[in-house]
């Protein structure tokens, strides 16, 4: 896609979001994928953590006792760092209004936050969220997060690809193509990079998480989140967008999901047996 106006990107985030809420407030949801070759995991709910219907996540990562949300649009993007033991909002930064923000990562004392379509990276300080520094970049940006056992970040673009980059420079250092049952898979969004060195990652207008293994990019597990919003009642989903935001807390088995203007953030296990109720 080529340069884009200000008020062209600001019609195109109005259109998607009306797109995706359109999507999962239809009475007809999506259809998870299935593998033959690969197991489907569901999410068993572990506990319920209720938040207010302000945040068009667009990055979710936890580090030490604070959980990182980065959000989206043009004119409301921001950036926020919360209590995991309260939820209570500690500090909070508002992009400038012509940027759409997207995926953010924590590596070190930096916080990584890139854009939708304006090839800009921000560099922050993990502690005051203050900004550092920017980069610029190619293409457009989705998801991100930290592969830290490998001394790099891993990038989607809502496309199949995942790029690595360079954590201090955020230079380009090659990519993976992302398969399933040898087919690519289109869309991947907010990413985890996970403990187990797999990472996880949304796939947009879908309750999808595909568990990717990033040196070969071959999907290794499908995870179904359809549960977690049936699960939520219609004045809950009311105005909900689509499922986005994985957070694992470190040193555990246990995620924490949500999705944008979600109303709650789910702590969750990734499981291959459907919990009592579930279906």
């Not at 998480?209 to 009642?233: C, F, H, K, Q, Y």
């Not at 470190?250 to 203007?261: E, H």
Request: aromatic letters at 8%; one cysteine or more.
């Amino acid at each position: 896609m080529g340069a884009m106006t200000a008020r062209a990107r600001t019609f195109a985030a109005a259109l998607t979001s009306v797109l995706a809420v359109t999507a999962c407030s239809s009475t007809t949801q999506p259809t998870p994928v299935t593998s033959d070759s690969v197991p489907t995991l569901t999410t068993e709910v572990v506990r319920e953590y209720d938040r207010g219907k302000d945040a068009f996540t667009q990055g979710f990562e936890i580090d030490g006792d604070v959980l990182y949300e980065g959000t989206g649009l043009e004119g409301s993007s921001f950036v926020r760092r919360t209590s995991l033991d309260t939820m209570t909002e500690l500090d909070r930064v508002d992009l400038p209004s012509d940027l759409f923000g997207e995926g953010i990562t924590v590596d070190g004392d930096t916080l990584w936050q890139i854009t939708w379509q304006d090839g800009v990276a921000i560099a922050r300080d993990r502690d005051t969220l203050a900004e550092q520094r920017r980069v610029n970049y190619d293409g457009e940006g989705w998801g991100l997060c930290t592969q830290a056992s490998a001394d790099r970040l891993v990038m989607s673009d809502g496309s199949s690809t995942l790029t690595f980059r360079d954590p201090t420079s955020f230079d380009a250092q090659g990519t993976v193509n992302v398969t399933l049952d040898g087919n690519p898979v289109e869309r991947l969004n907010e990413l985890e990079c996970a403990d187990d060195g797999s990472v996880y990652a949304n796939v947009w207008q879908t309750f999808d998480i595909m568990r990717i293994a990033p040196e070969t990019g071959a999907v290794t597990a499908v995870i179904d989140g359809t549960p977690l919003w049936n699960s939520m009642s219609a004045s809950q989903r009311g105005g909900a967008d689509v499922f986005n935001g994985i957070a694992q807390i470190p040193g555990t088995d246990r995620f924490l999901v949500t999705g944008k203007y979600w109303p709650t953030i789910f702590e969750v296990r990734f499981t291959d047996t459907a919990p009592v109720g579930q279906n």
